[in-house]
């Protein structure tokens, strides 16, 4: 043993290094691969088998500050942020290389307080639980080319199980549900075939004017097909679009539950498909048919809205040419959820860890299914309860609180969130 009490300082603090270097690797975890032996926090990622990945997720909405990052700060975090860091601390994509080192793409962008149910992204990925074997040592790596991405499967025993081991570190706002394994020029965004929105909704309490379903809906059937939607969006300056047809293949306004007990109000929802969508395109969509459902508009100032240009064959001259956008609000982020990305099944078979995509689902018992079931239903239960105790907090608020005595008209505007054409 070496006498350290006549050592100097700084030989003291070379044999800490030395020894220090000497630590042995972390052993493999099924979340990630070995460390680096002289630095726990290195990973070799060019050790491990990749391909690209899509992977299907829902989320709360009402927890983030919209789906995309942010280089800049934001109130709330990101739906994306939050995934992308999941994805690093399971060590499946590097964070050093980014976004773009792992060719990240997603398929709809929703604004802050927009849920999904089926948001999609792609991107590549470590797919194999061991690395590949003719691979060199870690100090040669920085220097040879990565591993070619597979898009062939791993043995079971060796795959990734990405739904259970993201769902495990995720927070309970964000569930994968299934996953894909794709070519490697298949882009979420440019892939996807449609676009399903759905925007859930109930008629106001009295003294508020109740809503005309059936004028909402033959409102909403005139959306369909392609038109110029600029006079249902809010304009993006900095992205500098020049067309702004979209095709929109249904909308229709049903009804979800019917009241069971007095005073209790139906459920209704408005679903619209189409291939792609404007910024904000559907919550002003939705904002007009309530003007139209509260009688503050006619059905036909949707066909107003859509006659933006002269020269095209759709034009109306009986009805007043509108080239930008009249004033009036976009309805509530709150209820908007991108339900679903529809893809082209050559494209995409999803899956999960125990399910290869073939047959019908099966009744699944594994632990992913499992705790991703569970998990789910207590979110739900818990959004149950904060329901329920809202309603408390407005009984006892009514105790010493009552609507204002004004006009049915202006309580609809006030609480719809509406104001009316500035025309």
Request: one cysteine or more; proline letters at 7%.
């Amino acid at each position: 043993m070496a006498d350290y009490e006549a050592w100097t300082r700084e030989q003291l603090v070379e044999r800490i290094l030395q020894l220090e270097s000497k630590k042995k690797p972390t052993a493999q975890t099924e979340n990630g691969p070995t460390s680096h032996p002289n630095n726990p926090r290195l990973f070799n990622f060019q050790a491990y088998a990749q391909r690209k990945i899509a992977l299907k997720f829902c989320y709360h909405g009402w927890d983030y500050n919209g789906l995309a990052y942010q280089v800049t700060p934001t109130p709330l975090p990101t739906v994306e942020g939050v995934l992308f860091d999941a994805l690093c601390k399971a060590r499946l994509i590097d964070r050093e290389a980014g976004f773009e080192g792992c060719d990240w793409s997603r398929c709809g962008r929703t604004d802050r307080g927009v849920s999904s149910a089926g948001q999609v992204v792609a991107l590549r990925m470590r797919c194999s639980l061991r690395p590949v074997e003719t691979v060199q040592p870690f100090e040669e790596a920085e220097v040879t080319p990565p591993t070619q991405p597979s898009t062939k499967s791993e043995p079971p025993e060796l795959e990734v199980k990405y739904i259970q081991v993201l769902n495990r570190i995720l927070p309970p706002s964000i569930r994968v549900l299934a996953w894909a394994p794709v070519d490697d020029t298949f882009s979420a965004r440019f892939n996807c075939r449609y676009r399903h929105y759905k925007y859930f909704f109930q008629p106001l309490n009295p003294p508020a004017s109740p809503l005309n379903i059936d004028k909402m809906r033959n409102a909403a059937s005139l959306l369909v097909g392609e038109h110029d939607f600029r006079n249902f969006c809010k304009l993006d300056g900095s992205k500098q679009i020049e067309r702004y047809d979209r095709r929109v293949v249904s909308a229709t306004i049903s009804r979800l539950t019917s009241p069971t007990i007095q005073g209790e109000k139906p459920m209704y929802v408005f679903d619209l498909v189409g291939s792609a969508f404007l910024w904000h395109q559907v919550r002003h969509i939705m904002g007009v048919l309530f003007l139209v459902g509260q009688g503050l508009e006619d059905a036909s100032i949707v066909n107003a809205l859509l006659n933006t240009d002269s020269s095209r064959p759709s034009f109306d001259p009986s009805l007043p040419l509108l080239e930008c956008r009249p004033l009036y609000d976009m309805a509530e982020g709150l209820p908007l959820v991108l339900w679903e990305c529809g893809f082209d099944q050559k494209d995409i078979r999803w899956r999960t860890d125990e399910w290869d995509g073939d047959g019908e689902v099966p009744a699944l018992t594994g632990t992913s299914s499992v705790h991703l079931l569970e998990t789910m239903e207590s979110s739900t239960e818990a959004t149950d309860i904060k329901g329920m105790m809202l309603k408390h907090f407005q009984q006892v608020a009514s105790q010493y609180h009552r609507h204002p005595d004004v006009g049915a008209d202006s309580v609809v505007r006030i609480q719809a969130g509406v104001e009316g054409f500035g025309m």
